[in-house]
């Protein structure tokens, strides 16, 4: 599976867009770029995914760009229930011959809404 | 629909026992995979299972072990505890026929091995 990188930690203000940035310079042409966030002590909760066009839906967007090598969440208006650890992932979609494939989770990013 | 549900929540188990956890997916779907979680770490892969056959595999050593029923359900098996088995243990399920889908996580089983 591809590796992403992501900054340790991010701030932002309640109210205002969070952007947060993934590396993937190494993805390849089959695989999705996936958004997971965890909030304290709870299990991950899906975000939004892509391929190579930009998706929004009722959560967040998510930009790609045209060489695929890196991507961003925006979070368009932040609030307090936004604060949570964010997981950028590289999915690897066939595999054991199911087109399903295994989450690789790095460290993410800790994303602190502040008031 | 009661998404993944994951029993029990919290476990405490003594070294060199052995523990089982259970999750229930989704509702219509058939791939369950488990994950663990250690404290201040992203969730590392165990294993997925669909149509009750292990079908990949993490970097685990086989004290870990899992089955899959009928009804799709799922168990983990952790054989001969260590301290440092201590973790959150996270349940996902997902359809597999639809190469994008997302997989849906349970609230998770925290394992504290004393």
């Known amino acids: 599976d591809a590796k992403t990188t992501q900054p340790t930690s991010m701030d932002c203000a309640e109210g205002r867009a969070a952007n947060l940035p993934c590396n993937h310079s190494?993805?390849?042409?089959?695989?999705?770029v996936y958004w997971y966030r965890q909030i304290h002590s709870q299990g991950p909760q899906y975000i939004i995914h892509?391929?190579?066009n930009n998706e929004t839906n009722e959560m967040a967007s998510l930009i790609i760009t045209e060489d695929r090598k890196s991507s961003t969440l925006i979070l368009p208006h932040a609030t307090l229930r936004d604060t949570a650890v964010y997981y950028c992932?590289?999915?690897?979609?066939?595999?054991?011959?199911?087109?399903?494939?295994?989450?690789?989770f790095g460290q993410g990013t800790i994303l602190t809404v502040h008031p | 629909d009661a998404g993944v549900t994951q029993s029990p929540t919290h476990l405490i188990k003594t070294r060199g026992q052995q523990v089982t956890l259970r999750c229930s997916p989704k509702?219509?779907?058939?791939?369950v995979s488990w994950y663990q979680q250690a404290l201040g770490q992203g969730p590392q892969f165990i294993f997925q299972?669909?149509?009750?056959?292990?079908?990949q595999r993490g970097n685990f050593p086989d004290r870990f072990s899992g089955h899959q029923f009928p009804n799709y359900s799922s168990e983990l098996n952790v054989n001969a505890l260590l301290l440092g088995d201590s973790a959150l243990y996270l349940c996902?399920?997902?359809?597999?026929?639809?190469?994008?889908?997302?997989?849906?996580f349970g609230q998770g089983t925290r394992l504290t091995v004393v």
């Open positions: 996902a399920s997902s359809l597999p026929r639809r190469s994008n889908t997302e997989a849906f």
């Open positions: 190494t993805i390849s042409g089959n695989e999705y």
């Open positions: 892509g391929l190579k």
């Open positions: 992932i590289v999915r690897d979609l066939y595999a054991g011959g199911t087109s399903y494939g295994k989450l690789t």
């Open positions: 509702s219509g779907h058939d791939t």
């Open positions: 299972y669909y149509e009750e056959e292990e079908r």
